[in-house]
């Protein structure tokens, strides 16, 4: 019996033990979370959204016409198919604004001024779908266009440029000028550096900037012609 005794003495002692080492913070004991291990948690990024995926029709680039322009920029018209209205364009990394005709036409204003060299051109309809014409479009200096031929202007900025415009370069010389009935100018007007000018009697002026082959603009005061800026754009040559 008292060796009974003494083992339950020893059994009780051993729990004792026990206990207090776990209040005294053994190596058993729990340890705290790390801070930054909540912090880490706070800190977990949002579950991703989902990606808006282009839709609509997927647009096609024919031609840009005109294709070589002056490093000021010009207007200029975009050929293709299955444009949107509200489509977009690019041309190198400007966004030029941009008028919707139809399906296959889109219009723009300026292109804006750039360096020389050769860019690319974007239209992006609404959808987000877009069509890419690599290399297309040329900025170069105002004298390396050829000027000659007839050009037919829209002049009279006063006036909605409702006023049709004549005037013909031959030989890199303005040699004509007519508002419904021609005009007396200079006998020699040159162009030079993609530029001309003149003034003659009673007031009569004109001056004109060459945009690409096929574009021009510039500002008139002459009988006819009215008094403001007009725009031109070469015709076509003559089919024979």
Sequence with gaps: MRQLSITKAGIGLGMVMLGLAGCGGSPSAPSAQPAASAAAALALPPADKPVAQPSGLEPTIAAVSPHVVSTAGTWGTITGAQFQPGATVTIGSTAVSATFQDSTTLRFANSGAHGVGTVDVTVTNPGGRAATLTRSYTYSPAD??????????????????????RFTISNNMLISLSCGTPVTMPTRVSVQNGRFSFAGADGLTMSGTLASTTTSYGEVNAPGCGDGRWWADKAAPAQF
């Design 144 to 165: 390396s266009f050829d000027a000659n031929g007839e050009w037919i202007a829209h002049a009279d900025s006063h006036n909605d440029y409702v006023t049709d415009m």
